[in-house]
């Protein structure tokens, strides 16, 4: 749902949702700040045991950050902010420690969720948006099919697609590597 026709950047972004009096979730997309109601208690489920994955694959933060529900954009794009369920930064990129603020590149794994009150399209424009922004995996995560979009560029700059189904894993490629989440432990 769109809120105001006004352009935003991250800061007057900032400004906005500090303001704000209410507990709802905000994204910016080109501009515009987009309300976003709060997930259902499944949606939370399975971001909280993707992020718990996360955290026991590396649990000293040596190779990231993991995160749930924060805020990313890329420097060369100031007015998009986008926050995944579920994120991993690596700290080389931007430093060991979690910023207060918006971080300000996209992570390096994001996951997305799908709930009722969003479409597989706007999930796989948010995928495209992250991609072309430094992001270098998302996994969209369909809990009706118990399935998985793993997305990527590949060399030429286009976005590969692949299925993972429930009898799949999940793999960290270059972002973690050696990490592997089985969809049925998730969907469990």
Avoid at 50 to 79: M, N, T, W
Avoid at 87 to 92: G, K, L, N
Wanted: one cysteine or more; glycine letters at 6%.
């Amino acid at each position: 749902m769109l809120v105001q026709q006004r352009l935003y950047d991250v800061d007057s972004f900032w400004q906005f949702v500090c303001e704000a009096d209410d507990d709802t979730r905000y994204e910016l997309i080109d501009g515009e700040i987009i309300a976003m109601p709060p997930p259902g208690e499944q949606h939370g489920y399975l971001a909280g045991m993707i992020f718990h994955f996360l955290l026991l694959f590396d649990p000293e933060r040596k190779l990231g950050i993991p995160a749930v529900e924060s805020g990313y954009y890329s420097v060369d794009d100031r007015h998009t902010v986008l926050a995944p369920d579920v994120a991993f930064r690596r700290t080389d990129r931007a430093g060991a420690r979690p910023h207060k603020r918006w971080a300000p590149v996209m992570p390096d794994l994001a996951v997305e969720i799908k709930s009722p009150s969003n479409t597989l399209a706007e999930l796989q424009r948010k995928a495209a948006i992250y991609l072309r922004h430094g992001t270098q995996l998302v996994w969209i995560v369909l809990p009706g099919s118990k399935s998985v979009e793993v997305c990527r560029l590949d060399a030429s700059a286009e976005i590969l697609t692949d299925a993972i189904e429930l009898d799949g894993s999940l793999s960290g490629e270059q972002v973690l590597p050696g990490f592997e989440l089985p969809l049925a432990k998730l969907f469990a």
